[in-house]
């Protein structure tokens, strides 16, 4: 069986967020939609290093379109749907999209919210399928270099699949550090809960490499 390349501690069926900092854009009041910048695919550090969202058409997979508005992420009841993401495309390096705001009353409330510039926060919800990998030269990496230790990683996302989009009200200032899995967004538990898995890793490396050693 092919070793995959990934993040510590990551899982195939993990949904991540992402935040981008541009408003939505071309607000229409007629047809109750708004164009928007879903992910530019910018760097973001993460408790493992790295990460970067490939922007292309080979690594962005749409095929799930359209896919829910939520609320901040809150998939907990449909009073969190505030519209859809109708459709999305790639152009100048970035994935876009047009919304269409539902006419449920919170749908109404984040639509009016957009239209008087109130709420422009957009994040992406997305899960990746492909990863490849960088050392701090920028050297490409493969499965057996990567130690459960290394610092300086890039783990790039050739692979990924639009869940779900987001209106949310973070400041732009300090959202790049707001990302995670399963709607925890940062917390220190959430932070905590990886850094005790990383450091359970590191103990079940060192005791196969001694182990290794011994056999050898």
Not at 2 to 9: D, Q, R, V
Not at 98 to 120: D, H, I, N, Y
Not at 179 to 190: M, P, Q
Request: aromatic share 6%; charged share 25%; net charge negative.
């Amino acid at each position: 069986m092919s070793t995959i390349i990934a993040p510590k501690g990551w899982r195939p069926d993990k949904i991540e967020h992402r935040f981008s900092t541009s408003a939505p854009l071309s607000y229409s009041a007629a047809d109750h939609t708004a164009e928007c910048i879903i992910s530019a695919g910018a760097a973001v550090n993460r408790i493992y290093g790295t990460e970067v969202l490939e922007i292309s058409r080979a690594a962005v997979d749409l095929s799930r379109l359209p896919v829910p508005l939520l609320d901040s992420h809150s998939q907990q009841s449909i009073d969190n749907i505030l519209g859809r993401i109708e459709s999305a495309w790639i152009a100048g390096g970035k994935l876009n999209g047009k919304l269409r705001f539902a006419q449920t009353p919170r749908g109404k409330m984040a639509e009016g919210m957009v239209a008087r510039g109130e709420l422009s926060g957009i994040s992406a919800g997305y899960r990746v399928t492909e990863w490849s990998v960088q050392d701090a030269d920028g050297n490409e990496l493969d499965p057996d270099r990567i130690g459960w230790s290394d610092d300086g990683l890039t783990f790039t996302a050739t692979r990924w699949q639009l869940y779900e989009a987001s209106l949310v009200g973070v400041p732009a200032d300090i959202a790049s550090a707001i990302r995670s899995a399963g709607g925890e967004h940062g917390t220190v538990t959430d932070c905590r809960e990886r850094m005790t898995i990383r450091e359970r890793m590191q103990i079940r490396q060192a005791m196969h490499d001694a182990q290794s050693e011994i056999l050898h």
